[in-house]
């Protein structure tokens, strides 16, 4: 058998019949029975462990060495899927998620992601699908109004925007428009000087992007935060930063500031650090993947404010706006130096339209060359849902989150240890206030743990300024009030078992 | 009203009522509702033009400039979908569609997708889904079988491999593997002498990807092919580019070898390269992303011959294994270099299994931080069609492109350019032998615009060795012999036409 040996060449080819591997009805027909596996999914989702309970190396032995010569019925692979790959899946989806920041979907995205699928246009330029092209330009508008940008980074304006995978690749590609801006006045020979900044708390897929880009480790500054601004970056450190560098002869490329970061929620002041940027004729890029989302309310829109001084901005609508991954918004005051660092123009995809220089090559603006119609989902979400309730999801989490908090400070056990501004709060338990540092870090690791190993909730961690904190993310779309409470239940529980063990 | 001067803020929150974005009754009723929608399309999928034949700017004039304030009803959406954005698709999925190198799909791969949007897991590491980093494990090791590749390149043997978005993506990591390996011994000093080579066939995004790395442009070296060995470069003329580049003082890096260019699918020869490429110690790198998925048959996969000897190998099966964009393998021999040059490790990330290092977490293999769970596409491809469905697919496809070789062949005012290997044709209209090549060129530029406007074919061309082709790419997944046959007619009455004309 092919199956055992993968020796698959000694099958005559002859005896394989008639393949329509896109039959129209054989389609409809697992199409059809594969939304009512997934409603399903969703709507038993609850009685799955959150967090997945399986050993590494779990898969392995369960699957066979080889992929199968003959055909497997459909019924089969979906079976397998209920019984092999459900119990090694952490349940993003579950109510019970708060870990990390949620993944958060919608039906109206889930329709458009298939839509985008069926298709399956390669956009890499206009002419191979204008409307992958042109719609993704109008969605990428709809959402800068709703953020109340500038002109200067909207097609409407001055500027314009791009749907990325993730905030790692927009952050890649501005830098390189970046860098090679630097590089044409001071000269390739001092490409070992390009300095770049963040803070201690920017993403860490920002040293990454940098170090692909070829800017040295030893010129990636991170600027240091303290617990006294929030662990938010100061723009005089900055300055000094710059200034410092400048005195030694390098040559200060790009910032990345963060509205909303991945520990802590913290808020970078704009403002101030564009005024910083701007005194150095440094590049300035604003991270808010997270929190973006929250500034379609106008009570979140000030932490937007500077940002009409930026260069360019990303945001993640998979992250808060109801997206499926991937979809990452990069929006751009100057398209032309995107353009210029990443545009490439093989004889292959030479057509009139593109040379005419009447639209946009989205392939221009990214990384890669092929590229999906992720924009059908945006607009299907902006569509199906409108402003009012996309704002309204966004109020609601953030009033769980709230609740949450009151929860934390009800009880005299826990603390709270950084103001909550969005939908995530960072706390520990901290029964004897002044103890060892070292004994809660350890008390805090094992609730984690604790409640983890139940499967009924899954939150994470993080340490900042030196303390270990747990991450309680509300945001999963089925979250509820009731998830919530019951999670804060678990929660004091774990931390009844473990006081009483002490 | 909001949706005019996107003024949303004047509405009362309160306004708004219960919101639940992913109730599974509406999810399953909107979802039943796109699959008869994509299922009919596909069915009627030849009624529409396979090129759009809208203008620059078609789908501005018809959307509103801002997202709706108020939801809208689906119905609606989708008779949008069906009035303004099919006009505007190039409809890669028509058995029509001949241009670029095609993106196969299948029912398996599509219901594989929908499980994977459905699960909407954001695998970065091991722990937040060991099902995505572990099925992807096998399915990689499934397909390098199916390869035949050596154990070197397999997760059972000392290697493994990484599902990317896209080949410059592969291409990217690895060479920044090589680079920072080479970093590490020449010192970061010597950045500015790190030399990479391709040929002018490789694909435009190599030296993108090269650009990206912080590899100077004029340390892209483009060795130059001829009609004489069918556009595939020459051992020799790398050998002794390499040689005056350690004679200059140059750091020789990476090499690109491909199988299967996109102009003319050319062959680079992976043995005679893989000697020089280890006798300099330079990465050696083979794109595939097109012809590799030949190569799980007998009969093709001679042309991977000397891959033992390369470092890493990448393959696209969204274009030739029905597995839907965006889905490119990436093999290499060292996962540690890999992971040394893109790893991060952040607080909030930390996790049991990955410091046990028991673990494979899959963003440090890759440029971002989150990923999606695209094995369950290739695993549905594979389990729904097994080995032997794969093959003969492939088989088909060359097989009609045979046909239509034929049929050039069969006019004399026709003319083969290149020896067609896979499933491309490179052709052109010549009725006039020795003729002015200008003239020639003129002739076939209109006969692709004759035949591509009449929207029941699309084709596109290229230029290779200062010649215009016309490119016949078969393999779209709804091609059958019947659509070849008339794509034919329909060249040979363009020629007509314009022949007449002159």
Redesign the interface.
């Given at each position: 058998m092919?199956s055992l040996d993968?020796n698959?060449?000694t099958?005559s080819?002859a005896?394989?019949g008639q393949?329509n591997?896109?039959?129209?009805?054989?389609?409809?027909k697992?199409?059809?029975?594969?939304?009512?596996?997934?409603?399903?999914?969703?709507?038993n989702i609850e009685s799955y462990p959150v967090?997945?309970q399986?050993d590494?190396?779990?898969?392995?032995s369960r699957?066979p060495?080889?992929?199968?010569?003959?055909?497997?019925p459909?019924e089969?692979?979906l079976k397998d899927?209920q019984k092999?790959?459900?119990?090694?899946?952490?349940?993003?989806?579950s109510p019970n998620f708060f870990a990390?920041f949620p993944?958060t979907?919608?039906?109206?995205a889930?329709?458009g992601?298939?839509?985008c699928?069926?298709?399956?246009?390669?956009g890499f330029n206009?002419?191979?699908?204008?409307?992958?092209t042109?719609?993704e330009?109008?969605?990428i508008?709809?959402?800068a109004?709703?953020l109340?940008l500038p002109k200067s980074f909207m097609f409407?304006g001055t500027g314009g925007g791009v749907l990325q995978?993730?905030?790692?690749?927009a952050i890649?590609c501005t830098l390189?428009a970046a860098?090679d801006r630097a590089l044409e006045i001071v000269g390739?020979?001092n490409?070992?000087k390009l300095v770049v900044y963040g803070s201690d708390q920017t993403?860490?897929?920002y040293?990454?992007?940098c170090?692909?880009?070829?800017?040295?480790p030893c010129n990636i500054r991170s600027i240091p935060t303290t617990a006294d601004s929030n662990f938010s970056v100061s723009p005089l450190l900055l300055r000094r930063a710059i200034e410092a560098d400048k005195a030694a002869g390098m040559v200060p490329l790009y910032i990345c500031a963060t509205v909303g970061t991945?520990?802590t929620t913290a808020i970078d002041p704009l403002s101030s650090l564009a005024d910083v940027a701007n005194d150095y004729g440094v590049w300035f890029h604003v991270d808010a993947a997270y929190a973006g989302s929250a500034c379609?309310c106008?009570e979140f829109r000030h932490y937007l404010d500077g940002i009409e001084r930026a260069d360019s901005l990303s945001l993640s609508p998979?992250k808060w706006l109801?997206s499926?991954?991937?979809c990452c918004c990069l929006w751009v005051k100057s398209p032309s130096l995107l353009v210029k660092?990443?545009s490439?123009?093989?004889?292959?995809?030479k057509n009139q339209?593109s040379e005419s220089k009447?639209?946009v090559d989205y392939k221009d603006w990214q990384?890669?060359?092929?590229?999906?119609f992720k924009a059908?989902r945006l607009?299907?979400v902006?569509?199906?849902?409108?402003?009012?309730?996309l704002?309204?999801?966004i109020?609601?989490d953030v009033q769980m989150a709230k609740m949450f908090e009151g929860f934390v400070k009800s009880d005299p056990r826990f603390e709270i240890l950084v103001p909550r501004v969005f939908s995530l709060v960072c706390f520990r338990l901290n029964p004897i206030s002044g103890s060892d540092p070292t004994g809660t870090e350890a008390l805090n690791r094992k609730l984690l743990d604790w409640v983890n190993s139940t499967g009924r909730v899954y939150m994470?961690?993080?340490?900042?300024g030196g303390i270990y904190m747990l991450?309680f993310a509300v945001g999963a779309?089925?979250t509820e009030k009731r998830h919530v409470s019951s999670a804060w239940k678990l929660i004091k529980e774990g931390a009844d078992v473990l006081l009483k063990e002490d």
């Open positions: 092919g993968s698959y060449d099958e080819p005896s394989v393949f591997p896109l039959d129209p009805e054989e389609f409809r697992q199409a059809h029975c594969i939304v009512d596996f997934i409603a399903d999914y969703y709507k967090l997945s399986v590494p190396g779990y898969l392995h699957l060495k080889n992929a199968p010569y003959r055909s497997e459909f089969s692979i899927v092999d790959i459900i119990p090694g899946m952490t349940h993003w989806m990390y993944a979907v919608s039906s109206a889930f329709v992601e298939m839509l699928t069926c298709f399956n246009s390669v206009w002419l191979a699908s204008p409307a992958a042109e719609l330009m109008v969605v508008d709809w959402l109004n709703m109340k409407s995978g993730t905030t790692s690749e890649l390189i860098r390739v020979k490409f070992n993403h860490s897929t040293a990454k992007a170090k692909l880009a070829g800017i040295l991945t520990s379609i106008p998979h109801l499926y991954l991937d660092a990443l490439t123009d093989p004889e292959y995809l339209p009447s639209v990384v890669g060359t092929g590229r999906r059908l607009w299907f902006m569509r199906s849902y409108g402003v009012a309730n704002q309204s999801h109020r609601t994470t961690h993080t340490k900042v991450r779309t089925l």
